[in-house]
């Protein structure tokens, strides 16, 4: 009977090659030469036996993988040209314990979404580890399963911990329990874990570790076609190929012509062209447009000069679709990486040598070298991360906000430096504070913050292991008046809105010692001016409006490099950024009032977990919630985007909330929810905080000691602040009881009796300040000389009461609003400074155009080519230290460069060498600056925003100007009514004026420039 069925099967095997069924007849496994191994026209029986069969398919091997190796290794049968081995599969870096090593070249054919186990050392046990679910952590882990009790499978107990961040550092072990076969979830890892029952009893010893090898950005694959052929939830060859068909098109364009049925079409079990089977589990990184949370594909290489558009595919080291589009094996060789580091590349993103990108640099011209000079691409000096530094926007650095992408090694990865994973994760590396967020265009860190890692104070380590000397950057934008890189809402700027990091060359701009038409550019022909500047993008100012005329996007060009300085600066400073309103800039005075801490409210903060806010109910359940009484009550909550912010958590247990009073919206489904900060008056000089992290100090200027704290209902007097720790506040007195509710933080000053110095705690004070006025409440008001820091300023005269610590108001606040600086530099106004053009082709301007020599500072670089030269505006706007050059930030009003900053515009003629101008112009005796004008100021005659004006010489106009160009926005500071320019200097008479100031200018001049 046995000899019967095998007699049949012989002879169905043997009609079905006769009667040419094509896919079994050709396709491997497996074909003639095969059959021709093991008898002809016998295509079964290599892998299948019909009785005794060890694996549960017939096969004669137990395991898919197992029966597909008997082949594809060295000596196998036939396959020995496409081997594999156990060692070959993938273990990729980040997340490895200390001691263990990135290895393999082939994708793994024994894991699943909840990622490979194996066993570690110690280990004896006979029992195994099965996985479940899919791993839901933002960085790549190893698990360590460690058996604390021995026994069978619901019995024996065990300890787990997992690495930290994608590091090598282990995190708390937390102990786990079977009490049962089933599975047992391991935290909100997303892992579940059973034991099996080995040979031995017990199955598991005390002591002995498992490993799991879990990566992120993975799930179960969707398709059925895939997921019908998992084994225990793990991938085998069958899940990915079909072993029986060659049917489907694989990705590689080489194979695109093969038609079904030929060989050398990898036995696809679905399409593949656009790698259909990788994006089905690594569907988080499916992502299709860039900028996203990973390297975008399905996409064709642009055309444009950032690509190596013209020649792709480019090298043969990345490999386009059959569609000419870039896909996950574009830069991913699944089963044959030329380095065993486990990245499955086709080629190193980094190379033997520091600065080489051959991976990135076949697509992307910004990674070459050979053509980009960018610094940060120098081999010797260009940029090696030195990981996570600073945290917008404070200048502390609270761990829990930093990046955590691992900082390289100056000598054990010296092959890094210069190279783009400095700066670029190409699937994208967490976000610190919101790890279910990654960082934009695959940085490795907030783009500001990213910077600043290197630019500052430590610098960046060179070759030799010392910190070499680049621009500290950081120390320039703490100051007042700074280009705010520390905002993430409103009108932000970052690094790179200045800077192109990929261009950018080392040194400043070149000041030197002569004007030229050319200063103001960023190259003069193959000379670099700006190398800072090199290579970033700009707006044009193209074609020039009328006369003082605002300009409209029509005469806005974007250009992708500017050409000169003030394109960079046109892309915020203009219409082109704000439209028809400018925004509101810099505040001069202002009233300190009662402010709560972060803007109008707390800040509200995105708790864990989600939460269901009932209708018509006091409780609120949540899930995956850590609440207790001592971390949420005295807390507000609401759903996130809420705008009832009166639910005050009055008790609380891990998963259930109760709030003070009934919510009164319609039902919230589970939603995320967010907190807020919460303070109450205990009526004696504690004050409580609820959620708040307060800085600890008990003396003057630490903490909060200085400043001053009020509820925002009930007892709302305002109290000084003596000693402080994180949820705890002492005050000076207190009376009356309050509940947790809104607080206030607001700064204090300490006046001393006969002096001028004033010390400011939680100030921010600028030099804007000079010349207004400052009263402690109830006091005196006393007039701002100086403010040498922000919390440091001077009186014009000695305090004449008790010395205090009091809260302080600031007298005659004036809103400086922003203007429009593409209007105020076209070159068809009267006048301005030359930055767009020289003064000799300002087409607006009467003659003479020009200032004479005589009215330059001597020795500046003003004093040739009179008329024929242009400015930078960082030649009046930049640093005012040495560190780093540039307008990153300053202490001076406006960020303006050179000595008596603050005198402008507030200062006499008579004491001119003491005013901002004096630093580049000079008076001589019988020009309008001298005679009975000395004992004005300048800003009675000009407009005090220096950089153009309607009418010749920077003249104002006391009634149609408007009032943003008068001192502290007052155009009664405007003296001048009617103007006329002379033929020169030396020609003025009072018949050239009309004045409110002086009878003797009382006409209208004859040829009189209107505003």
Excluded at 677 to 697: H, L, M, Q
Aim: proline share 6%.
């Amino acid at each position: 009977m046995i000899r019967l069925r095998a007699t049949r099967l012989a002879l169905v095997l043997s009609l079905l090659a006769i009667t040419g069924v094509a896919l079994l007849a050709i396709d491997p496994p497996h074909n003639i030469s095969m059959a021709n191994s093991y008898g002809a026209l016998n295509y079964c029986t290599p892998c299948h036996m019909t009785h005794g069969a060890l694996g549960g398919t017939l096969t004669y091997t137990a395991g898919n993988a197992n029966l597909c190796l008997s082949c594809h290794v060295t000596g196998g049968r036939v396959a020995t040209t496409h081997t594999f081995a156990p060692t070959d599969q993938a273990l990729p870096p980040r997340g490895l314990p200390t001691g263990t090593a990135p290895t393999g070249t082939s994708h793994r054919w024994d894991s699943g979404a909840a990622g490979r186990v194996i066993k570690g050392s110690p280990n004896t046990s006979t029992g195994s580890l099965v996985l479940s679910g899919d791993y839901t952590g933002a960085y790549p882990t190893t698990v360590q399963i460690k058996i604390n009790a021995a026994g069978q499978a619901g019995a024996a107990t065990f300890d787990w911990q997992m690495t930290v961040n994608g590091t090598s550092a282990w995190g708390t072990a937390t102990t786990g329990t079977f009490t049962s076969t089933a599975p047992v979830a391991l935290g909100s890892t997303g892992i579940s874990v059973a034991f099996v029952n080995g040979s031995a009893n017990p199955s598991f010893i005390a002591g002995d570790l498992y490993l799991i090898y879990a990566r992120p950005d993975l799930q179960g694959p969707v398709n059925t076609a895939l997921s019908t052929r998992m084994q225990n939830g793990q991938l085998m060859c069958s899940t990915c190929h079909d072993q029986h068909l060659q049917a489907n098109a694989p990705f590689d364009p080489a194979a695109a012509g093969i038609s079904p049925g030929s060989a050398g079409r990898h036995f696809q079990r679905l399409p593949n062209t656009s790698d259909q089977m990788c994006v089905d589990c690594h569907a988080p990184r499916n992502v299709t447009a860039k900028g996203g949370t990973s390297h975008p594909i399905t996409l064709p290489l642009p055309a444009t000069s950032d690509y190596n558009k013209a020649t792709s595919p480019i090298t043969g080291i990345t490999k386009l679709s059959v569609t000419s589009n870039v896909e996950c094996q574009s830069c991913h060789d699944i089963h044959g990486a030329p380095v065993a580091n486990g990245n499955l590349l086709r080629a190193e993103a980094t190379g033997a040598a520091a600065g080489t990108n051959p991976l990135c640099d076949d697509c992307h011209t910004y990674a070459k070298v050979a053509t980009n000079k960018g610094v940060h691409f120098d081999p010797t000096k260009g940029v090696l991360w030195p990981g996570g530094q600073w945290v917008t926007p404070s200048t502390s650095t609270p761990a829990s906000s930093l990046s955590t992408y691992p900082a390289f090694n100056y000598s054990t990865d010296a092959a890094k430096r210069a190279t783009c994973v400095n700066c670029h994760d190409p699937h994208g590396w967490p976000d610190a504070r919101t790890t279910s967020a990654k960082y934009a265009k695959l940085l490795v860190d907030d783009p500001s913050d990213l910077c600043l890692a290197c630019h500052d104070a430590n610098g960046q380590i060179n070759t030799t292991g010392g910190n070499q000397v680049v621009p500290n950057i950081q120390q320039e934008i703490i100051k007042p008046i700074h280009h705010p890189v520390e905002r993430t809402s409103g009108r932000t700027v970052m690094c790179a809105d200045c800077h192109n990091p990929h261009k950018a060359v080392a040194g400043s701009h070149t000041y030197t010692t002569t004007a030229t038409l050319t200063r103001n550019q960023i190259m003069n022909g193959t000379t670099v001016q700006s190398g800072p500047l090199m290579g970033v993008d700009g707006v044009r100012y193209s074609p020039y409006p009328a006369l003082w005329v605002s300009p409209t996007a029509s005469n806005f060009t974007a250009t992708p490099t500017a050409t000169y300085e003030y394109e960079v600066c046109f892309k915020c400073h203009t219409a082109y950024s704000f439209g028809s309103t400018p925004p509101n800039g810099i505040t001069s005075g202002g009233t300190s009032t009662l402010t709560l801490v972060s803007g109008s409210t707390q800040p509200w903060v995105a708790g864990v977990g989600t939460a269901k806010f009932n209708n018509n109910s006091q409780t609120v359940n949540g899930t995956s919630t850590n609440w207790t009484t001592t971390n949420m009550a005295g807390q507000y909550v609401r759903p996130v985007g809420g705008t009832v912010n009166t639910y005050r958590v009055t008790a609380s247990t891990t998963t259930s909330l109760t709030i003070s009073a009934i919510y009164g919206q319609t039902t919230t489904a589970y939603v995320a929810y967010e907190t807020r900060d919460a303070a109450a008056i205990t009526g004696t000089t504690t004050v409580t905080g609820y959620g708040t992290t307060w800085p600890v100090g008990s003396t003057p200027g630490t903490g909060l000691v200085g400043q001053f704290f009020a509820m925002t209902s009930g007892n709302t007097n305002s109290y000084q602040i003596t000693a402080s720790s994180a949820t705890s506040l002492t005050i000076t007195t207190a009376t009356t009881s309050t509940t947790p509710q809104d607080f206030y933080i607001h700064p204090g000053a300490s006046f001393s009796n006969g002096k001028t110095a004033v010390v400011g705690y939680g100030t921010n004070w600028t030099s804007a300040l000079v010349g207004g006025q400052i009263q402690a409440v109830g006091g005196t008001a006393y007039t701002i000389s100086s403010v040498t820091d922000a919390t440091h300023l001077t009186l014009s005269a000695n305090f004449g009461q008790t010395s205090t610590i009091a809260r302080f108001n600031l007298a005659s606040p004036v809103l400086f609003q922003e203007t429009d600086v593409a209007r105020e530099f076209n070159p068809n106004n009267r006048s301005g400074h030359p930055v767009v053009a020289s003064l000799n082709n300002y087409t607006g301007s009467y003659a003479p155009k020009a200032l004479v020599q005589a009215q330059m500072l001597s020795g500046s670089p003003w004093v040739t080519n009179v008329g024929n030269q242009t400015m930078m505006c960082s030649d009046c706007h930049n640093t005012d230290g040495a560190a780093a050059q540039g307008p990153h930030g300053s202490a001076n009003q406006f960020m303006l460069k050179g000595a008596n900053s603050a005198n402008w515009p507030n200062v006499t003629l008579q004491n001119f060498s003491t005013s901002w101008c004096a630093n580049c112009h000079t008076t001589f005796s019988n020009d309008p600056h001298g005679g009975h004008h000395l004992s004005y100021p300048c800003y009675d005659c000009h407009v005090v925003i220096p950089h153009g004006s309607l009418r010749s010489r920077l003249i104002g106009d006391r009634t149609n100007m408007p009032t943003r160009y008068a001192y502290q926005n007052n155009l009664n500071n405007m003296q001048i009514q009617g103007f006329q320019k002379a033929s020169s200097m030396s020609s003025y008479t009072d018949k050239y004026c009309q004045a409110a100031c002086d009878s003797q200018h009382s006409a209208v001049p004859a040829a009189n420039e209107p505003w």
